[in-house]
C-alpha cells in the first residue's frame, strides 16, 4: 500500500509539478493582457470611456466598479497578479531544488563502458574498418578525442578495447543558472519597490530645490541641493524635430558646489544614490525672463549682455542703439496670409524683436527699423555695415523636469542579468556528451583489419555530436591510413 | 539608383520568389526551385545594398546635425533601424537570411513556400499601412548605443520566430490527419485571419483618399471592410470572412497531399521549428528584454514600467518559455508543441505591430 503522504509533502508536490508551471506562464501571460488594454493608473474617465466605447453606456458603470475590485486598473500591483508572481516564484524555486540533486548524479556519474549489445541500440552510431593493427587504430582514435578536447579512459575485455569519455557534464546546470536568474530578478524589482524612490521634481531655471517630491505630491529631502542653470531644446537644423533635451545642473552641499553636469536624456545626472533624468520641460507661466544677446561690431569687438523686455543697449563703437520690443517663443508665417504669428506656445523657434536706432540721426526712431532675431537662424542678426547681433537665449522662462529615482535593486537586476545571459547561453548552446568507442580485431588469426564502434549520447543538439562523431572518424581514419602506406 | 530604387526591386523579386516556391511545391520541377532560390538570392542582395544606402543616408543626416561626434558612435547612430518602417524592413531581411541558411544546410527548398509569404506579407504590410518610409532625424530618446542592439537582436529573434512560425504551420499540415482535428481548425482559422486583416487592409489602402496617409489606423482601419459605416458593407465582410476562413479549412487539406509527396519530412519541420525558437528565445531574452530594460532605465529612469510594449514583450517571452518547458521537460511533442509555437509567434505580431497600432504608452519609437 502506497504511504499516505503529509500535508507538507503534499504542498511541496504541489509546488513542484511542471504542470502547474506550465499553466502559471501561459496564466501570466493571458492576463497581463488586461493591463495593456486597460490603461493603468489613470483618471477614471479615460476607462470608462473605453469600456462605453467597448460594451455600451449600460454597462459601462458597473463593469467599471467591478473592474476597480479586481485591480484591473493597477492590476500589474493588485494582489491577485502578485499572487501569482509569487506562485511563480515558489513553483520556480521548488521545482528546481526537486530537481536539481538528481542533475547533480547526472553530472558528477563516472562515465563507465558500454556492452556492445547497449552501444548497437544507441540512435547515434556510426561504424567503421580499417586495415590496420589495433594498437595503431587506438592511437589514433585517442588523439582525435584528445584533439577535440575529450579525457578519454580506456577499459579492455578479451574481445577488444573500448574508450570511453565525457565532457560538458556541467552544462546541465544551465538551466539552473536560468532560473536563478529569474528569482533574482524578482528579489531586485522586490528591493528597489521597498526601498527605491521614484518622484520627480521641476527647477525653474536658475531655481534650487533641496527636495524631491512623489507622485503624490510629498516632499522628500535629497541630502543635498540641486540647481538647473538653464533648461535647452536643440532642434534638428531648419526643422522642429527635437534632437536633443537638455538641462545643465549643479549639485550644492552645504554651499559648496561638487558636480556640474549637462545632462540629456540618455544621459542622466547621479549622486548619492538619487538619477535626476531629463523627462520634460516647460514654460513658467507669466515668467519675466532675461535676454541673453551677444553684440559684434564689424571689427571683431563683441560683448554679451544680459537685458529685459524695454531695455536698450548700444553696439560699441558704432552708434548703433537698439531697443527689446517684442518676443515670440516660436515665430513663424502663417501659411495662408503670410503675416508673423506665434504657432506655439513653448519654445520651438525663439525670437526677440528689436528695434535699432541711429544716434545722432536727427530722424530719431522713424529712421530706424524694427527687426526679429531668431535664435535657430543667425543669419537674422546681421546688420548692414557687417555689425552682428546674435541671440541666444531668454533666460529663466523655462523650467527642466526631472524625473528622481532612487533604485538599490537596480544593481542586482543588472547582475541577473548577466547571470541569465550566460544561463541561457550555457543552456542552449552547450551540452553534455558522451563518446563510446569500441575497438575489435577482426580477420583470421592475427587479423589485419579493426572494426571501429561508436556511440555517443547528448543532452541536448545530437546534430552536433554526430557531425562531431564523424569529424573524429574521419580524422582517426585518415592518419591511420597514412601511416598504414608509410609502414608499406 | 538610391535605396528606395533597389528596395522597390528587392520586394518585387520578393514576391516573385514567394510565387515560384509556392509553383515548386505544386509542380515539382527543379528547375523552377533553382528559379526560386535564385531570385531569392538576387532579391537579399539588393535588400542589402538598400540597406546600406539607407545606412550612408541616415549616417549622413547624423553628421550633418552632430559634426562633433565620433565617427563610430555616428556609424550606430545612423543604422537604419528608428522606426517602424525600418525595423520591418531589417525584419524581412533577417528572415531571407535565416531561411537562406536553412535551405543549404537542410537542402530542401519546400520551406520556402512558407517563409517566403511571411516575409513578404511584412512587405505588403509596409506599403498598405502606408507608415512613412523618410529617412527621419532620430528623436532625443533614441540615442542610445543599448538601444540600437537592443533593436538588432530582438528581430533577429523575431525573425527566428518567424522561421518557427513557418515550419510550424507546415509541420501541422503535414501531420494532421483529418479537418476535425482541433490542431488542423486551429492553423487554418489562423493563417486566415492573418491573411483576411491583410487584405481587409489593403482595400483600405486602396480606397483611402490620396492625400493624408499619416494615421492611416486611426482614420482608415478597417474602415472599408468590417467598421464600414454602410452596415451591410460590415456585414458582407464578415460573411466574405466567414466563408474565406471555411474555404482554407476545407480545401488546406489539399496542401499535405503536395507536401507529402517532398523530400521533406516532419522530423526535419520539427527540428527547424524548435531550432529557430531555440535561437530566438535566448537573443529575445537577452537583447529584448534585457537591453530593453537597460536603455529604459537610462532613458526614462525605469528599467520596467509595465508599459504595453513590455508587457507584450513579457507575454510573448513567457509563451516561448511555456513552448520550451512544454517540450523538453513535460515531454511534450508533435502537435501540441507545433501549436504553442503558433501562439508563441501571434505574440510577437502583437508585440512588435499591434502594441504600435492599437495600444498607446512610453514608446514613442515606432509610431506610424
Ligand atoms: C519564464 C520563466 C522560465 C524560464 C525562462 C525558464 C527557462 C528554462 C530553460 C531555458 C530550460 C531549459 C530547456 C531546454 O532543455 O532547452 C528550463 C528547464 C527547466 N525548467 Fe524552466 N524556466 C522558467 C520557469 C520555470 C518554472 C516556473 C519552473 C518550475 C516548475 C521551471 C522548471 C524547469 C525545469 C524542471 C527544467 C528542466 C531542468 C532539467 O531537468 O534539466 N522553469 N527552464
Known amino acids: 500500500m502506497a504511504e499516505k503522504k503529509n500535508i507538507f509533502e503534499r504542498i511541496w508536490d504541489f509546488f513542484a509539478s511542471l504542470k502547474l508551471a506550465i499553466v502559471l506562464l501561459l496564466l501570466l501571460a493571458v492576463t497581463s493582457i488586461i493591463g495593456t488594454i486597460i490603461e493603468q493608473n489613470v483618471e477614471p474617465a479615460k476607462n470608462i470611456q473605453l469600456l462605453t466605447k467597448i460594451f455600451g453606456v449600460k454597462a459601462a458603470p458597473t463593469l467599471y466598479n467591478i473592474f476597480v475590485r479586481l485591480g484591473f486598473m493597477d492590476m500589474y500591483h493588485s494582489w491577485w497578479y502578485t499572487s501569482l508572481l509569487t506562485l511563480f516564484a515558489l513553483n520556480l524555486t521548488i521545482c528546481s531544488l526537486e530537481r536539481l540533486p538528481k542533475t547533480w548524479r547526472l553530472i558528477k556519474r563516472p562515465i563507465t563502458p558500454l556492452p556492445e549489445n547497449a552501444m548497437e541500440n544507441m540512435p547515434l552510431k556510426r561504424e567503421v574498418r580499417v586495415k590496420t593493427s589495433l594498437s595503431i587504430a587506438k592511437d589514433e582514435i585517442l588523439n582525435a578525442l584528445r584533439k577535440a578536447r575529450y579525457n578519454v579512459f580506456e577499459a579492455s575485455d578479451d574481445s577488444g578495447v573500448q574508450l570511453y569519455t565525457q565532457k560538458g557534464n556541467y552544462t546541465r546546470l544551465g538551466v539552473y543558472i536560468v532560473h536563478c536568474s529569474i528569482l533574482l530578478i524578482l528579489g531586485g524589482a522586490i528591493i528597489g519597490a521597498r526601498f527605491g524612490f521614484d518622484g520627480f521634481l521641476n527647477l525653474p531655471e536658475g531655481g534650487a530645490s533641496s527636495y524631491a517630491y512623489t507622485r503624490s505630491g510629498d516632499p522628500v529631502p535629497l541630502g543635498f541641493t540641486i540647481k538647473c542653470n538653464w533648461y535647452d ?96 517663443p516660436a515665430l513663424g508665417r502663417d501659411p495662408s496670409t503670410g503675416e508673423l504669428i506665434t504657432y506655439a506656445d513653448t519654445m520651438v523657434n525663439p525670437a526677440v524683436a528689436i528695434q535699432f536706432n541711429i544716434e545722432g540721426d536727427a530722424h530719431g526712431a522713424e529712421s530706424g527699423f524694427k527687426g526679429w532675431i531668431l535664435r535657430r537662424y543667425p543669419e537674422t542678426g546681421l546688420l548692414p555695415g557687417g555689425h552682428k547681433v546674435e541671440f541666444i537665449d531668454y533666460w529663466g522662462v523655462e523650467y527642466t523636469g526631472l524625473q528622481v529615482s532612487k533604485d538599490p535593486g537596480v544593481w542586482i537586476i543588472y547582475l541577473a542579468s548577466i547571470v541569465m545571459g550566460l544561463g541561457l547561453y550555457v543552456a542552449f548552446f552547450m551540452s553534455h556528451k558522451k563518446i563510446w568507442v569500441r575497438l575489435v580485431t577482426e580477420g583470421s588469426g592475427g587479423g589485419n583489419s579493426v572494426r571501429i564502434l561508436i556511440a555517443g549520447s547528448t543532452s541536448k543538439n545530437r546534430l552536433a555530436l554526430e557531425r562531431q562523431i564523424e569529424h573524429i572518424l574521419e580524422r582517426a581514419t585518415e592518419t591511420i591510413n597514412q601511416r598504414q602506406s608509410q609502414k608499406k | ?285 537577452i537583447g529584448g528584454l534585457i537591453m530593453g530594460a537597460i536603455w529604459a532605465n537610462s532613458a526614462w529612469g525605469s528599467y520596467w514600467s509595465w508599459d504595453p510594449k513590455e508587457v507584450w514583450s513579457l507575454i510573448t517571452w513567457l509563451l516561448y518559455a511555456g513552448y520550451l518547458h512544454a517540450r523538453f521537460v513535460a515531454g511534450w511533442r508533435g502537435k501540441k508543441v507545433a501549436v504553442l509555437a503558433l501562439i508563441g509567434f501571434v505574440g510577437v505580431v502583437f508585440t512588435y505591430l499591434g502594441v504600435n497600432l492599437f495600444l498607446s504608452g512610453l514608446h514613442a519609437y515606432g509610431g506610424l
Open chain 1, 233 to 328: 531644446t536643440r532642434y534638428y537644423p531648419g526643422t522642429d524635430t527635437p534632437q536633443e533635451f537638455q538641462s545643465e545642473l549643479v549639485i550644492f552641499e552645504n554651499g559648496r558646489e561638487v558636480l556640474k553636469k549637462r545632462i540629456e536624456v540618455n544621459s542622466p545626472l547621479k549622486y548619492k544614490g538619487f538619477t535626476f533624468y531629463q523627462s520634460s520641460y516647460g514654460m513658467i507661466p507669466d515668467a519675466e525672463g532675461e535676454f541673453i544677446l551677444r553684440v559684434t561690431n564689424n571689427r571683431g569687438e563683441e560683448k554679451v549682455l544680459y537685458l529685459h523686455l524695454g531695455d536698450t543697449f548700444d553696439i560699441p563703437g558704432t552708434g548703433i542703439k537698439g531697443r527689446i520690443v517684442d518676443f515670440s
Open chain 2, 1 to 285: 539608383m538610391d535605396s528606395a530604387t533597389f528596395f522597390s526591386i528587392s520586394t518585387l523579386l520578393y514576391f516573385v520568389a514567394m510565387a515560384t516556391y509556392i509553383a515548386y511545391v505544386a509542380i515539382r520541377k527543379t528547375g523552377v526551385a533553382l528559379a526560386a532560390t535564385t531570385v531569392t538570392i538576387a532579391g537579399f542582395v539588393l535588400q542589402t545594398i538598400a540597406f546600406l544606402l539607407r545606412w550612408v543616408d541616415s549616417y549622413n543626416l547624423w553628421v550633418s546635425a552632430n559634426p562633433s561626434t565620433t565617427l563610430i558612435e555616428s556609424i550606430l547612430r545612423g543604422a537604419p533601424l528608428r522606426n517602424l518602417y525600418e525595423s520591418l524592413v531589417f525584419f524581412v531581411w533577417c528572415i531571407v537570411l535565416i531561411y537562406l541558411i536553412i535551405e543549404f544546410r537542410y537542402k530542401t527548398r519546400t520551406l520556402g513556400a512558407f517563409v517566403m509569404p511571411v516575409a513578404a506579407l511584412a512587405l505588403a504590410f509596409i506599403d498598405v499601412s502606408g507608415m512613412s518610409k523618410e529617412v527621419q532625424p532620430l528623436i532625443p530618446a533614441l540615442q542610445s548605443n543599448w538601444l540600437l542592439f537592443h533593436v538588432l537582436l530582438s528581430f533577429i529573434g523575431y525573425a527566428a520566430f518567424g522561421v518557427s512560425f513557418a515550419a510550424a504551420v507546415a509541420y501541422l499540415v503535414m501531420v494532421t490527419e483529418s479537418r476535425n482535428e482541433k490542431a488542423y481548425i486551429f492553423w487554418s482559422i489562423m493563417v486566415g485571419i492573418l491573411l483576411i486583416v491583410l487584405i481587409a487592409m489593403g482595400i483600405d489602402y486602396l480606397s483611402m483618399s490620396a492625400s493624408p496617409k499619416g494615421n492611416f489606423i486611426r482614420n482608415y482601419f478597417l474602415r472599408s471592410t468590417f467598421k464600414s459605416p454602410s452596415d451591410t458593407v460590415a456585414i458582407l465582410s464578415w460573411i466574405i470572412s466567414i466563408a474565406f476562413i471555411v474555404f482554407l479549412w476545407r480545401y488546406g487539406i489539399g496542401l499535405k497531399r503536395v507536401l507529402a509527396s517532398f523530400s521533406i519530412t516532419k522530423n526535419m519541420l520539427e527540428e527547424i521549428e524548435y531550432k529557430s525558437i531555440a535561437i530566438g528565445f535566448p537573443l529575445f531574452s
